[in-house]
Nanobody
């Protein structure tokens, strides 16, 4: 049974930090590229970070570049998203996604809420 379980969300003040985790099971984690997406109320889901299966390459949109860092530990089947200098506009449900770059099979987690507010 494939599972992606996110954790680490919560309420944080502007300028604060959070680290999200996504633990994978039921598939060969090290063979999948991983991404974090977010979706705010009334908005489309957007990509915030990607990392290749070995962790050698990462990518970010301009909206989070320099503030967010994606990393992975293939030994722990876990991908992380370190979020610093958080802004109210970062408020959203954050999801992790696993994608096979050979079969294009993908899996989603259930999401974790991040709220940035004073």
């Amino acid at each position: 049974q494939v599972q992606l379980v996110e954790s680490g969300g919560g309420l944080v003040q502007p300028g604060g930090s959070l680290r999200l985790s996504c633990v994978a099971s039921g598939f060969t984690f090290s063979s999948y590229a991983m991404s974090w997406f977010r979706q705010a109320p009334g908005k489309e889901r957007e990509l915030v970070a990607t990392i290749t299966k070995t962790g050698g390459i990462t990518n970010y949109p301009d909206s989070v570049k320099g503030r967010f860092t994606i990393s992975r530990d293939n030994g722990r089947n876990t991908v992380y998203l370190q979020m610093n200098s958080l802004k109210p506009e970062d408020t959203a449900v954050y999801y992790c996604k696993a994608v096979s770059m050979t079969t294009y099979v993908y899996y989603w987690g259930q999401g974790t809420q991040v709220t940035v507010s004073s």
